[in-house]
């Protein structure tokens, strides 16, 4: 292990479900993208990913516990009898400990400094980051060109239209009525990039390897052309687009109670107790689909946490579309966000709920007493009692941006931003100020709205 750094332990962000830890773990390492196996269990995939990722020294038929282990040792970190449990499954415990550590190693292995010459040099070209899904690489390349935002269509598959795009916003010549394998072969000999066996297959489909060979070509002539790379995106609103994408295929068309609560509770989500789960439950599907997608992970700033960060800094909000105003994070996180250099975002989900009866509070206060979680017990008592939501469908998803200082002080003074004061948690204690956005005003005034994207067949909310 290297020893250029050290971290301080408030930098690690825990994954708070088993699904974000094992994608966070294979983006670091540029391994296949991670889902969980049956009964909501890591696979051993992630772990032999991991240690051949690091090129570490380890045994990759041992069990998974066993595995785990010998991962810890080799980068340096705890691994007790509350990382792994019956049935060789390792718990979350056990993988944010691999997580932490593995992060830890990456950050110094970047931060070793490089020999330096007597004489200087020409700077090194920008590294090409091969995209890690199809996904990824459709939405990199449309971006590129400032072509519509690309999915991909039945079966997995890349659209021919990303490919023709591609090839008219780089003036490239080539016949865009030829099939996809020829019209990629006539991209990469323009881009002076190779084109083999190994770029397309059976049923006029490009690899994940041609993809690659046509992104890296692409990006090398962006970058020549002088536009500015910060991330794998070359803009806001063009990572904007791709986030919006990535999360519109992940987001069922009805959420249900129920479901999603056993659904993160058998991921060991840290949130799954929470009553006002349709937050909680758009984070733990959308934010391992982005990191699946493009890498990136949480990021902390004055002691809040934003669900993602990329080049720029996005958090994940779920909006109810009877409402016009949608609640932020606390204003001193927003503030240190916008003052980073990276901006800050927000993804936000709107869509119409359904409110509960008192059927869905019962049970889902039965379902933690079975699991013998302690209520909180509170000072007062409730002035109200809230009404939960028992279902939620999704309509729309819209990103807004603040890219600096400037930019909020100016959406506070239109009103597009508020503050908000909350009342005092169930101890007693005051909560500190949260930012408001209103919609309204956020997406016909001042800039903020970069990218919409309408779910299914929904009609946009409040528009």
Known sequence: MNGATSRPESEFQPARSKLEAVTRLSALTQSPPESLGPGSKERKSVLVGLARGLDLTVDASATKPGLGAQIASALQVPWGTDCWSAGNTITLIGLNQLLSGAELEVAQRRAVPRPRLFEPVQPMPIEFIPARSKLEAVTRL??????????????????????????????????????????????????????????????????????????????????????????????????????????????????????????????????????????????????????????????????????????????????????????????????????????????ILTGRAELDDGEFRAWHEDFRSQLRKRVTKRSAPRKYVRLLKSGFTPQMLEAFYLPDREALETALGYGAIKVMRQGAQTSGRPRPPKYLLDLVQARWEGGMLLSQRVLGTASPPGL
Not at 157 to 166: A, T, Y
């Open 142 to 347: 449309s971006a590129l060109t400032q072509s519509p935002p690309e999915s991909l269509g039945p079966g997995s598959k890349e659209r021919k239209s990303v490919m023709v795009n591609l090839a008219r916003g780089l003036d490239l010549t080539a016949d865009t009525n030829a099939t996809k394998p020829e019209l990629g072969s006539q991209i990469a000999s323009a881009l002076d990039v190779a084109w083999g066996s190994d770029c397309w297959s059976a049923g006029n489909t490009i690899t994940l390897i041609g993809l690659n060979q046509l992104l890296s070509g692409s990006e090398r002539r962006a970058t020549a052309q002088d536009r500015d790379r910060s991330g794998v995106f070359f803009s806001a609103r063009e990572e904007a687009n791709a986030l919006l994408e990535t999360l519109a295929l992940a987001m069922p068309p009805y959420m249900e109670g129920r479901t999603c609560a056993q659904a993160m509770k058998e991921a060991a989500f840290t949130q799954w107790r929470q009553t006002e789960w349709t937050a909680f439950y758009f984070e733990f599907i959308g934010l391992p689909a982005l990191v699946n997608a493009f890498g990136g992970g949480p990021r902390v700033f004055s002691r809040t946490r934003f669900d993602y960060g990329l080049a720029h800094t996005w958090d994940l909000k779920v909006h109810m579309a009877t409402s016009g105003l949608a609640p932020l994070n606390d204003c001193s996180g927003v503030e240190t966000a916008v003052d980073s250099g990276t901006g800050v975002g927000f993804l």
